[in-house]
């Protein structure tokens, strides 16, 4: 190994793949994450030294440390290839600084791909270490550690309370989720009614009847509040002529969706998968860092998936345009490649959004290699980056209005129909983006019957319905990523953790997709909002983060930005610790009684998460594990399947009537029943959607699997 130059990336996987196209001559090691970091005992931030903090290298990377140290000694030179963003600069700094490269030569390289092209270039083109990048993840570090020392045992002490934590991101993210949550506390449904009329053309035929709403009255807009107003509306309607008004036709465009961000990804991985944002993140990783593909050996899938940036390399964009010629044909290309520009604050456009390192590597050939969540999370990211180069869908949209009233006379009723055509699917043949609980979702495509103006129509029949106004959704991850991105509240690495934090903490609980406070979450958040303002000001939030996008660009000292921020701190701790009222939090009622003392049972939270627990205690010592449901039935006994744990803390999915049904599974189940013999559906790895009950496998998972999967 005598004169070999060493390579250090984070991570073992990484290792292997980097190493495979480096050759021999190179030494390629993992330093398994960070080396050094600020102690887990102790504050480790020297506040009247200008925040000096006191890294240390914790006791399970000495082992590590040791080994590269032996390595470095007999290489020629070193290379730090850590991931192209802060934190992977932060860790080729400590790496440098703790392993005594003397004399010998230092390179930091960069990579946003694990490809053999882009490795070579990486390595012709070596830099130094960015300081500011440093400097920029330090800050952000001690940032973090002075809230969470500082804050996290003034509210322990306050509640008499272990476990609580408060960070700047999450308890901006739970403020989110309380005031969302009391917004549907205190909205009131307001009573609204629709009438649609089931019109015919004549002779009326299956396919001459279509709906058409109501939208005028008398030339005013049609608002039926109550149920006799509709009424009245349908009497006089009895017995109308019926004639067409105006047709009119317009044509639009529908264009893609930009390639993914961290964000994004997070988001669709959400809506379509039903992954949570650490899932995705963990899939992804495996993803960037490489997996053995057939004859190619270990390759890299995807470009690195911290990124908030919607660029796309050229190369990329031509290997794109080449393939959908290639498979869809020429007309499913536009003239000119498409460019996006991203819309989140700060976002680094230096660098590319989420993409397949191949475009020709489609999903289909790589199936056999990847597990069941590696494949589908790997078609998402491949039908996203095809389509974004795919011609705009060509759509036609006919609008009718439509008469009613006496025969003869002015109607005084008009209604409208409206009908949409796909003349051209452009980029929705490979892929469409989802929505989000709560958003309008598009119509599905609907042709009206040639119509003309002038011509008569009959009634079938009128249709009244009641509704009343819905308070605006409750957060699901998604939607709860976009809203931080929107305000510029966290970073790509910021997100996943953020939310499984806040879930981890107990601060909100996830109720199939939905995020919902919990009385913790409403108590801390309230204190922080009354206490620390500026903690969870969302624009002072947001500020910082540009602070700190400030200092990686070399504009902003850091020493100067903690110093701003301490000190108004430090003055509102200090007053806190006199002022914040002690709150005792009485436990949440299980409704369920004890079944060996009859005393009302409680939700309590303890280091493995939420359980049941008797009020006896500890006269009676009565405890379970909170079943959770993921929402679906068990088809033995029509029970819920729930999430179940081991004793050794090993998830398996059971129906909640045991002892009495003994159904359990270690795989997730989805809703959907088998549709060859009704047997319960699982998610089992690469095999896909399996039934227990007759091996009939589904290729894809339902759809709607993702309200329920985590």
Not at 78 to 103: F, M, Q
Not at 219 to 248: C, F, I, P, R, Y
Not at 249 to 264: E, G, H, L
């Amino acid at each position: 190994m005598s004169g070999k130059k060493l390579v250090i990336v984070e991570s073992p996987a990484k290792a292997r793949t980097v190493g495979r196209f480096l050759g021999s001559g190179y030494d390629v090691r993992a330093s398994v994450g960070h080396i050094r970091d600020l102690p887990a005992n102790r504050l480790g931030v020297d506040v009247e030294q200008d925040f000096a903090p006191h890294y240390v290298i914790p006791e399970k990377k000495k082992s590590i440390v040791k080994e590269l140290r032996e390595r470095v000694k007999d290489a020629s030179s070193i290379y730090l290839a850590t991931d192209p963003d802060r934190e992977g600069e932060a860790i080729s700094w400590h790496l440098a600084s703790v392993l005594n490269t003397k004399d010998k030569p230092v390179h930091r390289v960069e990579f946003h791909e694990i490809t053999s092209e882009a490795i070579g270039r990486a390595f012709t083109h070596p830099r130094e270490i960015d300081g500011n990048l440093v400097n920029a993840q330090q800050a952000r570090r001690v940032l973090d550690r002075l809230v969470g020392y500082k804050l996290s045992p003034l509210l322990r002490s306050k509640m008499s309370k272990k476990g609580l934590s408060a960070g700047r991101v999450q308890s901006v993210a739970v403020r989110l989720v309380v005031e969302r949550e009391r917004e549907i506390q205190q909205f009131e449904a307001r009573e609204y009614w629709t009438l649609d009329a089931e019109l015919s053309k004549r002779p009326r035929r299956v396919k001459s009847v279509f709906k058409a709403t109501l939208r005028t009255i008398r030339g005013e807009k049609a608002e039926l509040v109550e149920e006799a107003t509709t009424n009245a509306v349908v009497a006089d309607l009895q017995g109308a002529a019926w004639q067409v008004l105006e047709v009119s036709k317009r044509d639009s465009q529908r264009y893609p969706a930009a390639p993914f961000t961290t964000s994004t990804l997070q988001q669709e991985a959400s809506r379509k998968l039903g992954f949570t944002a650490k899932r995705t993140m963990a899939v992804a990783q495996q993803l960037y860092e490489g997996l053995t593909v057939g004859d190619e050996g270990s390759v890299g899938l995807i470009t690195y998936m911290r990124t908030d940036s919607t660029n796309l390399a050229a190369s990329a964009v031509a290997e794109a345009r080449d393939f959908i010629a290639d498979r869809y044909g020429k007309e499913y290309l536009p003239e000119t490649p498409r460019a996006f520009k991203s819309k989140a604050k700060g976002a680094q456009e230096a660098h590319e959004a989420i993409r397949p390192t191949a475009v020709r590597r489609a999903p289909d050939a790589v199936a056999h290699d990847l597990t069941n969540e590696q494949l589908r999370l790997y078609r998402l990211i491949w039908q996203r980056m095809v389509a974004c180069q795919m011609a705009p869908a060509q759509v036609e949209t006919t609008s009718v209005d439509i008469g009613a009233g006496p025969a003869g006379a002015e109607p005084q009723f008009v209604f409208r129909a409206t009908g949409t055509v796909t003349k051209f699917p452009g980029f929705t043949l490979v892929y469409t983006e989802g929505k989000d609980e709560g958003e309008e979702v598009e119509a599905k495509a609907t042709a009206l019957p040639a119509l003309a103006q002038g011509e008569d129509l009959d009634l079938v029949r009128l249709l009244p319905e009641q509704h009343f106004t819905q308070p605006p959704a409750r957060y699901t991850e998604a939607s709860l990523v976009k809203a931080l991105e929107e305000r510029g509240i966290g970073r790509p690495s910021t997100y996943a953790p953020t939310l499984s934090t806040i879930q981890e903490r107990n601060y909100v609980l996830r109720s199939g997709r939905q995020l919902q406070p919990t009385d913790l979450g409403f108590v801390v958040n309230d204190l922080l909002v009354k206490h620390f303002p500026n903690i969870v000001d969302l624009n002072f939030t947001a500020g910082m983060e540009e602070e700190l996008d400030e200092i990686a660009q070399g504009e902003r000292d850091w020493v100067n930005v903690l110093h701003a921020f301490y000190e108004p701190f430090a003055e509102d701790l200090q007053r806190a610790e006199h002022q914040m009222e002690s709150v005792e939090l009485k436990p949440e009622p299980a409704g369920i009684d004890c079944e060996k003392c009859g005393r009302p049972m409680v939700i309590k939270f303890g280091r493995f998460g939420r359980f049941i627990a008797c009020t006896g205690y500890p006269e009676c010592r009565n405890a379970k594990p909170l079943l959770v449901p993921i929402g679906v039935k068990c088809p033995e006994c029509g029970g819920e399947i729930v999430e179940r744990q081991t004793r050794r803390k090993r998830t398996f999915y059971g129906c909640a009537n045991y002892p009495n049904c003994t159904l359990a599974v270690w795989q997730r189940p989805v809703p959907e029943p088998c549709p060859v013999c009704g047997g319960l559906m699982t998610n089992n790895g690469k095999k896909g959607i399996v039934c227990g009950k007759c091996g009939h496998v589904m290729e894809e998972q339902p759809a709607d699997e993702a309200r329920a999967a985590s």
